[in-house]
C-alpha cells in the first residue's frame, strides 16, 4: 500500500509540532496569559486548544483512541461554541503553562505516530469515532481533517506568536 501522502502529511505536522513549541517557547512569562481584550485567547489557551483540538478530532474521532488529557482539561481549552468554559487572563484557572506545553507535546506525538499507522487509501475514508453529526460535513473525510489540522495549528501558531509580539 502506498504512504507518499502520508508521509507528507506526517512531515508536516511534524513541522507544526515543533514549530509551534519554538514559538511558544520564546513568548515571555509575563505574555503568556495577557489578552488583548477580555475574553480572547491568549498564549497558553491556545497551546491547550491544539492540544485538546488534536486529543479530540484526531485521536478520538479519526483513529478512535481513549483520551489522555487530564481531568477537565477540554473544558478548559474548548471554545465557547464547544462547551469550553470562558477565557481568563487567571493562571490560576489553568495548568502550568510547562504542563500545557508538555501535553501538546505529547499529544502531537500521539497523532503523528497514529497517522503513522494510516494508508493513503485512508484518506477519502470518513471518520468513524463518535464525532457530532453537526461536524461530520466539515470533517469529511480522513485526508479532509489532517489538511484542516495542519492549517489550524499554523493558524493558532501564528496568533501565539503576534499576541506575544503585541504583548511585549
Known amino acids: 500500500m502506498s504512504k507518499q501522502k502520508l508521509e507528507l502529511v506526517i512531515e508536516q505536522l511534524t513541522i507544526?509540532?515543533?514549530?509551534?513549541?519554538?514559538?511558544?517557547?520564546?513568548?515571555a512569562e509575563a505574555d503568556r496569559f495577557r489578552q488583548l481584550k477580555d475574553g480572547k485567547a491568549h498564549p497558553a489557551w491556545l497551546v491547550g486548544h491544539l492540544a485538546s483540538s488534536a486529543d479530540t478530532i484526531v485521536l478520538g474521532w479519526m483513529l478512535q483512541r481513549e483520551t489522555s488529557l487530564p481531568k477537565g482539561f477540554?473544558?478548559?481549552?474548548?471554545?465557547?461554541f464547544a462547551g469550553?468554559?470562558?477565557?481568563?487572563?487567571?493562571?490560576?484557572?489553568?495548568?502550568?503553562?510547562?504542563q500545557?506545553?508538555?501535553?501538546?507535546?505529547?499529544l502531537m506525538g500521539k497523532v503523528i505516530t497514529g497517522i503513522g499507522?494510516?494508508?493513503?487509501?485512508?484518506?477519502?475514508?470518513?471518520?468513524?469515532?463518535n464525532i457530532p453529526d453537526s461536524l461530520?460535513?466539515?470533517f469529511s473525510s480522513v485526508g479532509r481533517?489532517?489538511?484542516?489540522?495542519?492549517?489550524?495549528?499554523?493558524?493558532?501558531?501564528?496568533?501565539i506568536g503576534m499576541l506575544s509580539k503585541l504583548n511585549s
Open 84 to 98: 469550553g468554559l470562558p477565557i481568563t487572563a487567571s493562571p490560576e484557572d489553568y495548568p502550568a503553562w510547562d
Open 145 to 159: 481533517t489532517l489538511n484542516i489540522m495542519v492549517l489550524h495549528d499554523s493558524y493558532h501558531r501564528g496568533q
Open 117 to 129: 499507522e494510516l494508508e493513503d487509501s485512508d484518506f477519502p475514508s470518513p471518520l468513524k469515532g
Open 136 to 138: 461530520r460535513d466539515f
Open 100 to 106: 500545557v506545553l508538555g501535553i501538546y507535546d505529547e
Open 74 to 80: 477540554r473544558k478548559q481549552f474548548a471554545p465557547d
Open 16 to 27: 507544526c509540532k515543533g514549530e509551534t513549541l519554538r514559538i511558544a517557547g520564546t513568548v
